[in-house]
């Protein structure tokens, strides 16, 4: 069962900075948070994943709130191409399954 | 390039066949798994394997088989006993058993019948 909520959609200015939102609040301790994203008609891309601690790399930021019952990915200057829907996803370290739920459809706009 | 391809990218069959979708991956990863997407929806795990000559059923395996003979192949097929086979399939693989297991998955293959 998908343990995140996510909005349904999300629209951003091009060269903008997005923030989607994800609420997880009955994450457990050892729960990673993870990000995917689908462009339509494709396999899931990963994005970024973590623990308690914000991360970053060459694609994204992710921030965690200190009682990781939410987190925030940060797309910092979004572009046409970021066009896709946004899966925000918890699971535990050695689980088996990701649970993707409906996640964020993100639409950067020109 | 190492990575997941799935073949084909669209497939066609007629009601009552079975059909064979293809995974492979040469990334060396021992785990590697096998979603249904529907329109609209998430994914839905169908069949997972750990290792080598061995699977697990996902949360909708109903209708559907694997095999894993082969560290960088895992075949699912569908049966003509799945009732609603229409749908994206896809495949993905991990490293396995890893405190940090990311999947990746492959670009998916369209399953259309008719």
């Known amino acids: 069962d998908a343990k995140t909520t996510q909005p349904t959609s999300m629209d951003c200015a091009e060269g903008r900075a997005a923030n989607l939102p994800c609420n997880h609040s009955t994450i457990s301790g050892n729960e990673y948070v993870y990000w995917y994203r689908q462009i339509h008609s494709q396999g899931p891309q990963y994005i970024i994943h973590?623990?308690?601690n914000n991360e970053t790399n060459e694609m994204a930021s992710l921030i965690i709130t200190e009682d990781r019952k939410s987190s925030t990915l940060i797309l910092p200057h979004a572009t046409l191409r970021d066009t896709a829907v946004y899966y925000c996803i918890v699971r535990e370290n050695t689980g088996n399954q990701f649970y993707f739920g409906t996640g964020t459809s993100l639409t950067v706009i020109p | 390039d190492g990575g997941i391809t799935q073949s084909p990218k669209y497939l066609f069959r007629k009601e009552g066949q079975n059909v064979t979708l293809s995974c492979e991956q040469n990334l060396n990863h021992d785990a590697m798994y096998w979603y249904r997407q529907d329109p609209g929806q998430g994914l839905r795990l169908i069949y997972y394997?750990?290792?080598?000559?061995?699977?697990q059923k996902g949360d909708i395996a109903e209708g559907y088989s694997v095999s894993r003979e082969k560290k960088e192949s895992f075949p699912l097929t569908v049966t003509s006993a799945q009732k609603n086979p229409t749908a994206f399939y896809l495949c993905?693989?991990?490293?396995?058993?890893?405190?940090?297991?990311?999947?990746?998955f492959g670009p998916g293959t369209r399953l259309t019948v008719l």
């Open positions: 973590g623990l308690k």
């Open positions: 993905a693989s991990s490293i396995g058993l890893a405190d940090v297991d990311t999947q990746y």
């Open positions: 394997s750990q290792i080598v000559n061995d699977f």
